[in-house]
């Protein structure tokens, strides 16, 4: 009988952490390990649940837990995942996130499941809240880190920021990273003139993608008020947002503004953003905090340069001048720049892409596999599972 685990993670929606959720139980699978995932189905994207039951992950729901902190609905999501924990009576606890890792975690101590797993997808340090509120969270993370045999961090620097907050101990940190199927990529991936005549886009402008949940973490507003730069140094300059969410009507209503609405196209919500990406002469990531930059490594497999700025874990993705640009995170003027350097220079692009290409193969869903399925197999030696 193969071992049971239990993955925790508070919802499933279009992003890099939910993809990578499903992705490491998908793998983990194949490695002979009995996974399930806990989740709230209300707070959930019907389409990416549904999409988790295809690839044949076994769902189990909380309906109390919510990304929001609400105290009489976290103790009823603490209630429901014991329950669960009781009948599934798992040999690991996997949790996801920082809501989910702390409910999910506190429930695996209570229930005294053997192992216990956390994987953040990045952190909540900066760029979200404010220093009174980050702080406490910081302090719920060092609780939390208490009840862990082992953090996984999407790279390396993601351990040393946890460090710096004295959260956790560094044997307990292990890197492994999001992983991503550049093969699968790369063959559905069409032509860039073929993927630019779907979307009826010039075919000689210079395309500028980023790809997310329109949230401030994100920085596509950053990326709006880059924009009339952008156009001034590259004439044919567009942006192509994919994606959806909250700041969709300030963003539109700031292009037009700026007097560049006719050069800002928005997608909404993709499930499939291939042909998207591979409209694409460069892919900006202008984050204000990013855990890895998953959409970084889908570019980069597709042979595309990719422009990001210098926070949480792309300085790990990007490296500087070699695959493509890192900037300062919160600056539009240095965004700017760096797209119209790559704008002016179609054999720099070129070089940055052919880099980018292979430096994308360390990130593959393979080596993510491997990684993950190490960090298992030592826990089960080392906790002598069963």
């Not at 919500?269 to 998953?294: C, F, K």
Request: one cysteine or more; a positive charge; glycine letters at 10%.
């Amino acid at each position: 009988m193969s071992l049971r685990v239990l993955h925790v993670i508070t919802r499933l929606t279009l992003g890099g952490s939910s993809e990578n959720t499903v992705a490491s139980i998908v793998g983990l699978a194949r490695a002979g390990y009995d996974c399930a995932l806990a989740v709230s189905f209300r707070e959930s994207e019907a389409a990416v649940l549904d999409d988790a039951r295809r690839r044949g992950v076994r769902l189990l729901d909380v309906p109390a837990l919510g990304r929001e902190v609400a105290l009489l609905s976290d103790l009823a999501a603490l209630r429901q995942l014991w329950r669960i924990l009781r009948a599934e009576r798992p040999a690991i606890v996997h949790t996801h996130t920082s809501k989910a890792g702390f409910i999910g975690r506190l429930a695996a101590r209570i229930a005294r499941v053997p192992a216990v797993i956390h994987q953040p997808h990045g952190h909540i340090f900066y760029g979200y809240y404010g220093p009174r509120l980050t702080a406490f969270y910081a302090a719920l993370e060092r609780r939390a880190a208490m009840w862990s045999d082992r953090i996984i961090t999407l790279t390396d620097r993601g351990i040393e920021e946890h460090l710096g907050r004295s959260i956790g101990r560094r044997e307990q940190f292990v890197t492994v990273p999001s992983g991503v199927d550049v093969d699968r990529l790369r063959a559905a991936a069409p032509p860039r003139a073929e993927a630019r005549r779907r979307l009826g886009l010039p075919p000689d402008a210079f395309i500028v993608v980023a790809l997310g949940r329109f949230v401030p973490i994100k920085g596509f507003d950053l990326l709006v008020e880059a924009l009339p730069a952008v156009v001034a140094g590259v004439g044919s300059a567009r942006l192509l947002l994919i994606g959806d969410g909250p700041e969709r009507a300030a963003l539109e209503a700031r292009a037009a503004a700026l007097g560049v609405a006719g050069r800002l196209h928005v997608t909404g919500a993709m499930t499939d953003v291939t042909g998207y990406l591979a409209a694409a002469d460069v892919v900006a990531v202008p984050s204000r905090n990013e855990g890895m930059g998953r959409v970084l490594v889908e570019a980069m497999a597709l042979g595309i340069p990719v422009v990001g700025a210098a926070v949480g874990g792309i300085p790990a993705v990007i490296v500087d001048g070699e695959c493509g640009r890192l900037v300062p995170p919160d600056d539009p003027p240095a965004l700017a720049t760096a797209l119209v350097d790559l704008g002016r220079d179609g054999a720099l692009r070129g070089k940055l892409g052919g880099a980018a290409r292979r430096r994308a193969e360390a990130f593959s869903t393979a080596e993510a596999e491997a990684k993950m399925r190490a960090v298992y197999d030592e826990l089960v030696r080392e906790k002598r599972l069963t």
